[in-house]
C-alpha cells in the first residue's frame, strides 16, 4: 500500500544524513505523504498511543534504518521487507501494514497536527 510513499519519502528526505534523528526533518517530510497516510498514522496511534512521539517515532525508524549506509529509500524498502519477514506488522482498518509503514503514516499524522 505504501511502497510509493516509501520511495517518495526517502527521494525527498533532506540531503542530512542524521535522518531520521532529526524530528524537524522527518515531520516535515512525512507530512507531504498527504492525508490518507495522516489518516493512517492517527489510526495506529490511537491503537499504539505510546508512540505518539515523533522524537519517538524517529529512534524507533532509526533502528532499522543506517543513514550513513547510503540510499534511504532502499533502507526503508528492505526495513519494511524485514518488518514482514519477523512478523512486525499492525492491521489499521483491515490493512496489514509493517511497523515501519505504520510509524511514517503516524509521523505525517504528528507533522499536521503541529502545523
Same mark, same amino acid.
Request: hydrophobic share 50%; net charge negative.
Given at each position: 500500500?505504501? #511502497?510509493?510513499?516509501?520511495?517518495?519519502?526517502g527521494a525527498t528526505?533532506?540531503?542530512?544524513?542524521?535522518?531520521?534523528?532529526?524530528?524537524? %526533518?522527518?515531520?516535515?517530510? =512525512? #507530512?507531504?505523504?498527504? =492525508?490518507?497516510?495522516?489518516?493512517?498514522?492517527?489510526?495506529?496511534?490511537?491503537? @499504539?498511543?505510546?508512540? #505518539?512521539?515523533?522524537?519517538?517515532? %524517529?529512534?524507533?525508524?532509526?533502528? @532499522?534504518?543506517?543513514?550513513? #549506509?547510503?540510499?534511504?529509500?532502499?533502507?526503508?524498502?528492505? =526495513?519494511?521487507? @524485514?518488518?514482514?519477514?519477523?512478523?512486525?506488522?499492525?492491521?489499521?482498518?483491515?490493512?496489514?501494514?509493517?511497523?515501519?509503514?505504520?510509524?511514517?503514516? =503516524?509521523?505525517?499524522?504528528? %507533522?499536521?497536527?503541529?502545523?
Amino acid at each position: 500500500m505504501l #511502497a510509493g510513499a516509501l520511495a517518495f519519502l526517502g527521494a525527498t528526505a533532506a540531503p542530512d544524513r542524521s535522518w531520521p534523528k532529526d524530528t524537524t %526533518a522527518v515531520a516535515e517530510t =512525512a #507530512a507531504r505523504l498527504g =492525508a490518507d497516510a495522516a489518516v493512517v498514522g492517527r489510526r495506529y496511534l490511537e491503537s @499504539n498511543a505510546c508512540e #505518539a512521539g515523533r522524537e519517538l517515532l %524517529a529512534d524507533l525508524l532509526a533502528e @532499522n534504518l543506517d543513514p550513513s #549506509a547510503g540510499d534511504l529509500t532502499k533502507q526503508m524498502m528492505v =526495513a519494511v521487507r @524485514n518488518d514482514f519477514r519477523l512478523g512486525r506488522t499492525v492491521t489499521v482498518d483491515g490493512w496489514v501494514l509493517s511497523r515501519t509503514e505504520a510509524r511514517i503514516c =503516524a509521523i505525517a499524522y504528528l %507533522a499536521g497536527q503541529a502545523a
